[in-house]
């Protein structure tokens, strides 16, 4: 029997860890730059060095998760989290704290990349991908809402991020040790990265844009609390509470998500919830008020996990052995290290509001390729029932397995092949040696 349902609560837990740095980047940007003295320009470009580390590792480890194994790949990864941001949380020196945020977003990304490859192992990787984000949303929000009452500095974010890696080790028992779910002997590492990387020209085109969609809405969300703070004018627990409340708004949007699943197809709500969320950028940016800020911030937070968490599944479908939801999901981690500096230049040179139509008008060059790729990739995935039709029970069990479906084998996931129907004659006229075996010989 298969291991994924019980590794699957594992995976979202090794999901939270991995994406907690970049849910807490306003706040850690914001820190960084009142608590250590930096300007918002060094402490963005800190972010984004700590982001760039993640998608570094989300790159090296695309195609070695296996041959590592997912225990051993998620330890290292979580080992590195603790050890970097927890010495980041314990000093004051700026080298260090630097260094710190290297090391830790490097075991951010390796969370990640075994997360990744796990839950495109999943027979539902939507759902799969919507409950991690159902529970970075909690986590970050629970978050917000404490570390203002608790003291300011740098250190309390990072050391959050670090406690969270602790807690989370224990449950990596729970995978598997020599590969990602599999519950029978696959291919060797050799055998398995030999695999040719299938829908390479859509894989590419789904990574190019999915790293300026998350560039343009990272370079909003890291300097989104300077914008409450300065343009409008609100006190730092009013701007953290407004936080809490827009990743409560986005359980709301991803527990919708989840319960549409696929009745509304991909393409419509990677491309109409791409637009709503560039309209919320506007609005976010140039915000000057209470109710403006809250506004752009809770909408646009409803629709982003929603939109992530399609995108998620449409690079999980491309490949059932997790490789494009490794490299889709670290060129995302890519924007979102971009994000932040890239925010705090576009701030400094105009201003927000600028910044935000800048923003808006990426979000929606981006919007057309993602819809591109979901209808091009689009088709009715094979059931359980399907694969049984055309293979037997051996065909369901290899068509189940991560990395050890042959290539004649239809694979979950893999859109149905169209059945030609072939006319036989009947009655007295249909004599059995009408009939013989086709050899290659016939073929022309």
């Known amino acids: ?25 306003p706040t850690v940007v914001g820190r960084l730059s009142a608590g250590l003295g930096l300007s918002p320009a060094q402490a963005g470009l800190v972010g984004s060095v700590l982001l760039l580390a993640s998608a570094s590792a989300g790159f090296t480890l695309a195609a070695r998760v296996e041959r590592l194994g997912p225990r051993r790949a998620a330890r290292i990864g979580l080992g590195a989290m603790f050890l970097g941001y927890g010495s980041a949380a314990l000093t004051t020196s700026v080298p260090l704290v630097v260094g710190g945020a290297v090391v830790g977003g490097f075991g951010s990304g390796t969370a990640l990349a075994v997360a990744a490859a ?4 999943q027979r539902d990787p939507h759902r799969a991908s919507t409950l991690g984000l159902l529970t970075v949303s909690a986590t970050a929000g629970a978050l917000y809402l404490t570390l203002p009452h608790l003291g300011s500095g740098h250190g309390l974010p990072f050391a959050s991020i670090a406690l969270a890696a602790a807690l989370v ?24 990265e030999a695999t040719p990387l299938p829908h ?17 809405q990272n370079a909003l969300w890291g300097v989104s609390g300077r914008i409450g703070l300065t343009q409008a004018g609100l006190s730092e627990v009013t701007v953290g509470a407004v936080f809490a409340v827009a990743l409560g708004a986005g359980l709301a949007g991803v527990t919708a998500a989840g319960a549409l699943g696929s009745r509304l197809g991909r393409a419509a709500p990677i491309g109409a919830g791409t637009a709503i969320i560039a309209v919320c950028v506007l609005v976010s940016s140039g915000a000057e008020s209470l109710p403006a800020f809250a506004t752009g911030e809770v909408l646009w937070n409803v629709f982003y996990p929603v939109v992530l968490s399609y995108l998620l599944g449409l690079a999980a479908s491309l490949d059932p052995r997790g490789r494009w939801a490794v490299l889709v999901g670290s060129a995302s981690s890519l924007g979102v290290a971009c994000g932040p500096v890239t925010g705090s230049i576009l701030s400094e040179q105009f201003g927000y509001p600028g910044m935000g139509l800048l923003l808006c008008a990426l979000l929606l060059l981006a919007a057309a390729p993602m819809t591109a790729v979901a209808l091009h990739t689009s088709g009715r995935p094979l059931v359980p029932g399907s694969i049984r039709r055309r293979g037997g029970a051996a065909a369901a069990v290899l068509a189940g397995t991560t ?28 004599a059995q040696r009408a009939f013989r075996l086709a050899r290659p010989s016939d073929r022309g």
Request: aromatic letters at 6%; a positive charge.
């Open 403 to 430: 990395g050890s479906t042959p290539g004649l084998v239809p694979q979950m996931g893999a859109p149905e092949q169209p059945v030609t129907e072939i006319p036989v004659p009947s009655g007295s006229g249909a």
């Open 200 to 216: 390479r020209r859509s894989g590419l085109v789904l990574a190019v844009a999915i790293l300026c969609w998350s560039m343009a």
């Open 169 to 192: 080790w224990p449950l990596t028992a729970g995978l598997g040790a020599g590969g990602v779910s599999r519950p029978s002997p696959t291919p060797t590492p050799t055998t398995a």
């Open 118 to 121: 796990g839950i495109a192992a």
């Open 1 to 25: 029997m298969s291991s994924r349902p019980r590794a699957l609560g594992p995976l979202v837990a090794l999901f939270t860890a991995g994406y907690l740095a970049p849910y807490l980047l």
